[in-house]
């Protein structure tokens, strides 16, 4: 039998520590951007349903960071860290993730932001340092609802800004 050429794509050399998510948003991709990017709109829908997000620090450039905590609708706080790693408005952000600077468990996130017509398709693609990691990330903490939940809340405050820039 003849080779015709078309093998099976070949598999992420990280596909079983990665966690990929993605929604397409009814909102222009410079806006979904900025909401990423300016701490007034993060505290507006950052996190999961019932989170509310705390600023400590924001510096938003490569290098710089984001110091905040997270509040649990059970009351638990959760201290997270995030430092800039990448910026290329209005497409792509990189980020290193964890509790605090030097956190050995700390995660890599790359956001995409593609046009999708008149809409914006954003993806977070985040790899953790283990399979292991990754696991506990999706089963204790539920990572995968958590990130749903997330870019959820965003799409309902920036379609809310549409809304409100149509009828000012």
Do not use: C
């Not at 397409?24 to 900025?34: N, T």
């Not at 993806?123 to 340092?129: K, Q």
């Amino acid at each position: 039998m003849a080779a015709t050429g078309r093998e099976a794509p070949a598999q992420s050399a990280t596909a079983d520590r990665e966690i990929v998510i993605s929604r397409v948003i009814s909102a222009p991709r410079e806006l979904v951007f900025e909401a990423f990017t300016e701490v007034r709109h993060l505290s507006r829908w950052w996190g999961p349903e019932g989170f509310t997000t705390t600023t400590r620090a924001f510096e938003f450039r490569v290098g710089g960071e984001w110091v905040f905590v997270m509040h649990g609708p059970d009351g638990t706080d959760y201290q997270e860290w995030i430092s800039w790693t990448e910026i290329a408005p209005p497409e792509r952000i990189a980020l290193l993730h964890g509790e605090s600077r030097g956190d050995p468990n700390a995660f890599e996130s790359v956001l995409t932001f593609a046009p999708d017509g008149a809409a914006t398709r954003i993806e977070m693609r985040t790899v953790f340092r283990t399979k292991e990691l990754r696991d506990e990330a999706a089963e204790k903490y539920h990572a995968i609802e958590g990130g749903q939940q997330t870019l959820s809340n965003l799409a309902a405050y920036v379609t809310e800004i549409v809304r409100k820039g149509v009828e000012d």
